[in-house]
């Protein structure tokens, strides 16, 4: 069975402080996707990126950056110089590959709070 | 503009009045799936379905119903609601489970 876990439940920084929100997950597939995506207190859920098993390259994307490590079992997600705004829930997701569970899975949310 | 719409977007009933909640997509994504949210426990797959009459049980789906007709609708029902099913679900779509799913704005449910 997959499963993803965000062991944070709550985090609390102060603008422009840098913070990571971890996310580990397990799966028996040898090919799955994970993704990231943000709720901000309007409720609307908003995709943030998307990364298959097999391209373990870190990306980067303005403030927001992403360690996907195979080895570790992890898809840690970074922002750099944090503003209010990044205040938020982030779910981590997991969706296996052909042949593998059709139900995607998600973590239980960070809650991000970024504070003036 | 590519969009999942749900509606209603809040609902209030009571006990036992069914209750549909619709939601459609002009994506033609052929993936679509229901969602719950409760607090503490993220986001729980109710139903999702492949493709037109193709639907299937995700991890939660006692108390509910869905149909896919057509490929852009895939309302959810509550035939019998009970308080236990007062919670914020989403609706959202891909082309395929492995791909992104986009997200309807949620419908807020309180269950008397």
């Known amino acids: 069975a997959q499963k993803v876990t965000q062991a944070q439940t709550e985090i609390s920084v102060v603008e422009k402080e840098d913070v990571t929100l971890d996310c580990v997950y397990e799966?028996?597939?040898?090919?799955?996707?994970l993704f990231w995506y943000k709720q901000p207190p309007s409720g609307e859920l908003v995709f943030l990126i998307r990364?298959?098993?097999?391209?373990?390259q870190n990306e980067i994307s303005g403030r927001y950056s992403w360690n996907f490590q195979k080895s570790t079992s992890s898809f840690n997600f970074t922002i750099t110089a944090s503003q209010v705004v990044d205040s938020a829930v982030y779910f981590c997701?997991?969706?296996?590959?052909?042949?593998?569970?059709?139900?995607?899975?998600f973590g239980r949310g960070t809650s991000l709070i970024v504070h003036p | 503009e590519a969009q999942v719409t749900q509606n209603p977007r809040y609902l209030i009933t009571v006990t036992g009045k069914k209750l549909t909640v619709t939601c459609s997509q002009n994506?033609?994504?052929?993936?679509m799936s229901w969602y719950r949210q409760d607090p503490g426990l993220g986001l729980r797959q109710i139903y999702y379905?492949?493709?037109?009459?193709?639907?299937d049980k995700g991890d939660v789906p006692e108390g509910y119903k869905v149909s896919r007709k057509e490929k852009r609708n895939f309302p959810l029902i509550l035939e019998s609601p009970s308080p236990n099913q007062t919670s914020l679900y989403f609706c959202?779509?891909?082309?395929?489970?492995?791909?992104?799913?986009?997200f309807g704005p949620g419908t807020r449910l309180l269950v008397l």
């Open positions: 997701a997991l969706s296996e590959g052909a042949g593998g569970s059709y139900i995607p899975t």
């Open positions: 994506m033609n994504h052929e993936y």
């Open positions: 990364r298959n098993s097999f391209d373990e």
């Open positions: 959202a779509s891909s082309l395929s489970k492995v791909e992104t799913q986009y």
């Open positions: 379905s492949m493709n037109v009459e193709v639907t």
């Open positions: 799966t028996r597939d040898t090919t799955y996707y």
